[in-house]
């Protein structure tokens, strides 16, 4: 069965840098499109980074554009987001998942928490 | 502020049907599919409709979507308790800044 397991997250300090892992299994990683979404304490979703099947198309949201980059290990199974320059505002639960069709995404997992605080 | 607008909250009695509306724009809504996703509390979100109107397996036909213009409906009939949920829409934008984008959340209330 497909899983997605994130980790990496943590607490960080303002202007710090921190990278985050997501291990795939249960499918063959290297035909999907991934991407970061996240979800700061009680609010909703919000995108963050997308990435192709082989890498060579990335986008991102303009509110981490510059501070934050996607980038995956075929051969490991992984998805990565190293950020830095971090701040108070992206403080939230990072979720890696496997885009369905289009944009959709069909499998997510479980969140690992950033929080950036002095 | 999000991209796409959402009520912040709707409610219903259990064996009822609700809807729940994401509006959005051309640039997004009106020229890309929309999905749909159920967040329960203290969980990962989950798909529940793609393309507009298609839903993946296991997910069961009370779930429904639609899309006209630039707007987009969620409709789940057969009301149960265990549907309170936050619900998001999704879709690309395909304006100068490319990405996905969601509506702020609709929290469902099955009375």
């Known amino acids: 069965q497909v899983q997605l397991v994130e980790s990496g997250g943590g607490l960080v300090k303002p202007g710090g840098s921190l990278r985050l892992s997501c291990a795939a299994s249960?499918?063959?990683?290297?035909?999907?499109?991934m991407s970061w979404i996240r979800q700061a304490p009680g609010k909703g979703l919000e995108w963050v980074s997308y990435?192709?099947?082989?890498?060579?198309?990335?986008y991102y949201a303009d509110s981490v554009k510059g501070r934050f980059t996607i980038s995956r290990d075929n051969a490991k199974n992984s998805l990565y987001l190293q950020m830095n320059s971090l701040r108070a505002e992206d403080t939230a639960v990072y979720y890696c998942?496997?885009?369905?069709?289009?944009?959709?995404?069909?499998?997510w997992g479980q969140g690992t928490l950033v929080t950036v605080s002095s | 502020q999000s991209v796409l607008t959402q009520p912040p909250s709707v409610s219903a009695a259990p064996g009822q049907k609700v809807t729940i509306s994401c509006s959005g724009s051309?640039?997004?809504?009106?020229?890309?599919?929309v999905s749909w996703y159920q967040q329960l509390p203290g969980t990962a979100p989950k798909l529940l409709i793609y393309?507009?109107?298609k839903r993946p397996s296991g997910i069961p036909d009370r779930f429904s979507g639609s899309k006209s213009g630039t707007s987009a409906t969620l409709g789940i009939t057969g009301l149960q308790t265990g549907d309170e949920a936050d619900y998001y829409c999704?879709?690309?934008?395909?304006?100068?800044?490319?990405?996905?984008?969601f509506g702020g959340g609709t929290k469902l209330t099955v009375l």
């Open positions: 393309d507009n109107n």
């Open positions: 051309s640039s997004n809504i009106g020229n890309n599919y």
């Open positions: 999704g879709t690309w934008d395909s304006s100068l800044s490319a990405g996905g984008v």
């Open positions: 990435i192709s099947s082989s890498g060579s198309t990335i």
């Open positions: 998942a496997r885009v369905h069709s289009g944009w959709s995404l069909g499998y």
């Open positions: 249960g499918f063959t990683f290297s035909d999907y499109y």
